[in-house]
């Protein structure tokens, strides 16, 4: 897993947030190739505090980390022609996979026609997917681990 | 987009890019990067996400059954078994059948594909004990279900190693390195 050959480099974070009435409310998590989850979510709202959690995973769940961002085929899109971030927020996904390097950033969206209805439907739809199963993956992990609802 | 999207990170101009690199061997190939995330003025600005040196909390076992986990990690309520290669028409009922062999289970994510609706094709299984999740752990890694062979192991694992000296020269090399990073156009960040 985390060797030193750049095939085996791995990195994945997401990030999604905004200024607002309540200050930079955020929630972003990441995987590190040796395993390091982090997960922070600041929420001000009703003085919720910020929540910083720390997981080692195991191998076999890397493995299946790396397969859904593989079959996602997320690497082979680009932001380009995404909406840009704006006063509601942004959204940023950072993937490192072997020798390639993508950090895309866009808006924050809604629902599918929010996708539908940009100028690249079918790559911002490989993203809000991902996007999904990752945050579903992270949630079961948190929650299993930490016995919280992490939002 | 085709690779001609991307951006090759020794471009000439760039020089301080190869500083990034500098312990690592030179014959790699060059990392390509692309998205609008690297040229972002957010990129180094924010102190309060998962890059922030501040403290994350952990979940510190202290039972009995620790000593003989090895690498596996328990977690607050008991011990978090990960099974892969499900098949995408495999039900809760199949794999709540199939684990229920080797104690009770606690809990049990069966998480979908969100595009398809269809399992995505990894379940997260609790047991109370150590002895239980490890029994379900051999017994149905390698096994086949729908023609698919599934692999089984503990989702978390204990941090590396306790954090001695070394670890911290070692975290402090990479603070190093990313700070000679920030006077680059386009850091790496990790």
Known sequence: MAGNNKDDE?????????????????????????????YANNSNYRNDSLIRKEMYVSPLMMKELRKMIQQSEIMKEDDARWPKKNVVGRQELEIRLGNEHISF??????????????????????????????????????????????? | MTALGYEIDIAADEPEDMIVDEDEAESKPAVKRKGRGFKSETRDARGDGVRSTDKY???????????????????????????????????????????ADFGEIKNIHLNLDRRTGFVKGY???????????????????????????????????????????????????????????????SPRRY
């Not at chain 1, 739809?125 to 993956?137: A, E, G």
């Not at chain 2, 690498?71 to 709540?96: C, D, F, K, N, P």
Request: hydrophobic residues 35%; negative net charge.
């Open chain 1, 10 to 38: 791995f990195y994945v974070r997401y990030y999604t947030g905004h200024m607002g009435r309540y200050g930079h409310e955020f929630l972003e998590f990441e995987f590190r190739a040796d395993g390091r989850c982090r």
């Open chain 1, 105 to 151: 950033e866009t808006a924050k969206i809604g629902s599918l026609v929010d996708v539908q209805e940009s100028d690249d439907p079918e790559g911002l739809r490989v993203f809000y997917y991902l996007v999904q199963d990752l945050k579903c993956l992270v949630f079961s992990l948190i929650g299993l681990h930490f016995k919280i609802k992490p939002i």
């Open chain 2, 57 to 99: 909390d952990q979940f510190e076992s202290t039972t009995e059954e620790d000593a003989a986990a090895g690498r596996a990690q328990r977690s607050v309520e008991g011990w978090i078994v990960l099974v892969s290669g499900l098949h995408e028409e495999s039900t809760e009922e199949e794999i709540t059948d199939k684990f």
């Open chain 2, 123 to 185: 379940a997260l299984v609790e047991y109370e004990t150590y002895k239980e999740a490890k029994n379900a752990i051999e017994a149905v890694n390698g096994q086949k279900l729908y023609g698919q062979v599934l692999h089984c192991d503990f989702a978390f694992i204990r941090p590396p190693t306790p954090v001695l000296a070394s670890e911290r020269d070692r975290d402090r090399n990479i603070r190093s390195r990313v700070r000679r990073r920030n006077r680059s156009s």
